[in-house]
Nanobody, 123 residues
Framework: VQLQASGGGLVQAGGSLRLSCSVS????????MGWFRQVSGKEREFVAA????????YYARAVRGRFTISRDSAENTVYLQMNSLKPEDTAVYLC?????????????????WGQGTLVTVSS
């Protein structure tokens, strides 16, 4: 299983970016795909998750109303649309796959991780 994240970059505050996470292999309906972010020296932070089968979504309070997670079953890809970006959103964003089922904010519940893509928001 491989997860390949892309779409990061440099954007001004208030701008938008869309991250993509391409997943190799079959994704099961019980799987949950998540986005986390990490700043050097800090703990990994949950951002958003989506259940693969019924597309139920869940967001961290810090991004609710600004970020949207979605999935394309045909392309085995998960997206994170990020709007109204703030400097505090600057981080490496990682996608992850939870094969145990059930949406969780806990990084330990996710079995597979991508390499991350850097998002930098300038003020």
């Amino acid at each position: 299983v491989q997860l390949q994240a892309s779409g990061g970059g440099l954007v001004q505050a208030g701008g938008s970016l869309r991250l993509s996470c391409s997943v190799s292999g079959r994704i099961w309906s019980r799987d949950v795909m998540g986005w986390f972010r990490q700043v050097s020296g800090k703990e990994r932070e949950f951002v958003a998750a989506i259940s693969w089968g019924d597309a139920v979504t869940y967001y961290a309070r810090a991004v609710r109303g600004r970020f949207t997670i979605s999935r394309d079953s045909a392309e085995n890809t998960v997206y994170l649309q990020m709007n109204s970006l703030k400097p505090e959103d600057t981080a490496v964003y990682l996608c992850a796959r939870n094969t145990r089922g059930g949406i969780s904010e806990r990084s330990t519940e996710y079995d597979y991780w991508g390499q991350g893509t850097l998002v930098t928001v300038s003020s």
